[in-house]
């Protein structure tokens, strides 16, 4: 179990980055750049943006499914497979610079793509690999869904860490899962460049109220689109102004303020410490699952098995999963004390 009772500060960096649309190896080459640029200033945890490798299916939001095809088909041809080439490359840098990295990912699971979560510790050690557990509107025609088994806090070098991608911190029982784990640094990625300007207001109110309600620090990472890029997506004036806002690369306190002032156009990185003894600050006053819980009321039940289309029953699963009494003898069974009705 983590402690804040000793002095223990850590430095986090919130990175808005922007993909390379053309080549997943150039965008890996991006993450290492923003890595060693963060390892110069002292940064020991560092959150990159939803699916930044290779990048967002940014084409989704514009294009009709009829011509998404081929880009769904390059976005497959670049994917990234855990384990391989790709996350050895991240594990590399975390253990050279000694640094949490949460980097999102779209996944190739064989036959499917996923929008996936991965927590390096600064060992280089993958302690989190979690698959966003329902793809958003459009994004449901590019990835599959995820589930629970990945929904967990990682115990890593900065301390009790959690994440979440975009829509899912609109899931109150997805985000009440990883409070019960108490963590204390909550990584939430979003793809910026979308929707427009709401959105960036839209995560501000998101990521404070998640801080406070959890009573953690929040890095939030958002992507970024050049002029450039949005025009290669598409040449549609109207649909290119859903291809910009939706940037807000924040870190925020327990006490749900901004430590370091949120970045919103262009590239760059967040930077602040993160003094983890405003945690116990926070929790004396509400804490969530905590003295400020009521368990006997309300609880949450989750299914941490994963949703796999085959999976073994062994003899104590089956007695679990078949019940000892049939149903139709259980509507049968009288309540105590009531006898049953008789016709005369």
């Given at each position: 179990m983590s402690t804040t009772s000793t002095k223990r500060v850590v430095r986090a960096a919130a990175v808005q980055i922007a993909p390379d649309l053309e080549s997943g190896a150039r965008t890996l080459e991006r993450v290492g750049e923003a890595i060693v640029a963060a390892a110069r200033e002292g940064v020991q945890l560092a959150v990159f943006p939803e699916t930044f490798l290779p990048y967002y299916p940014y084409f989704s939001f514009v294009l009709p499914p009829v011509q998404?095809?081929?880009e769904h088909l390059r976005l497959y041809e670049q994917a990234v497979a855990i384990p391989g080439p790709v996350t050895d490359t991240v594990a590399s840098l975390a253990r050279q610079y000694g640094m949490v990295i949460v980097l999102g990912v779209n996944e190739r699971d064989y036959g499917s793509l996923y929008n996936t979560q991965l927590v390096f510790d600064?060992?280089?050690?993958i302690k989190v690999k979690r698959r966003k557990i329902t793809p958003t509107f459009h994004e449901r025609m590019i990835w599959g869904q995820g589930d629970a088994a990945g929904l967990k806090v990682a115990e890593t070098a900065v301390g009790r860490v959690g994440a979440l991608a975009c829509w899912e911190h609109y899931n109150p029982l997805a985000r009440y899962a990883l409070m019960t784990q108490h963590e204390e640094i909550h990584c939430s990625q979003f793809p910026g460049s979308l929707v427009g300007p709401?959105?960036?207001?839209?995560?501000?109110?998101?990521?404070?109220?998640?801080?406070?309600?959890s009573g953690c620090f929040v890095v939030n990472a958002t992507g970024w689109l050049s002029d450039a890029q949005i025009e290669s997506i598409t040449t549609d004036p109207r649909l290119q102004k859903a291809l910009r806002g939706g940037c807000n690369a924040a870190i925020v306190s327990p006490e749900g303020l901004h430590l370091a002032a949120p970045l919103r156009e262009g590239e760059g990185m967040v930077i602040a410490d993160l003094d983890m003894a405003l945690i116990t600050k926070r929790k004396r006053m509400m804490d969530s699952v905590g003295h400020y819980a009521r368990p006997e009321l309300l609880s949450l039940a989750i299914n941490e098995r994963p949703a796999t289309p085959v999976f073994s029953l062994d003899e104590a699963s089956v007695a679990q999963v078949v019940p000892t009494r049939s149903a139709h003898d259980e509507c049968q069974r009288q309540p105590a004390g009531i006898e049953p009705a008789t016709l005369d």
């Open positions: 998404s095809g081929a600064a060992d280089g050690q709401i959105f960036s207001e839209q995560i501000e109110v998101t990521i404070r109220h998640h801080a406070l309600e």
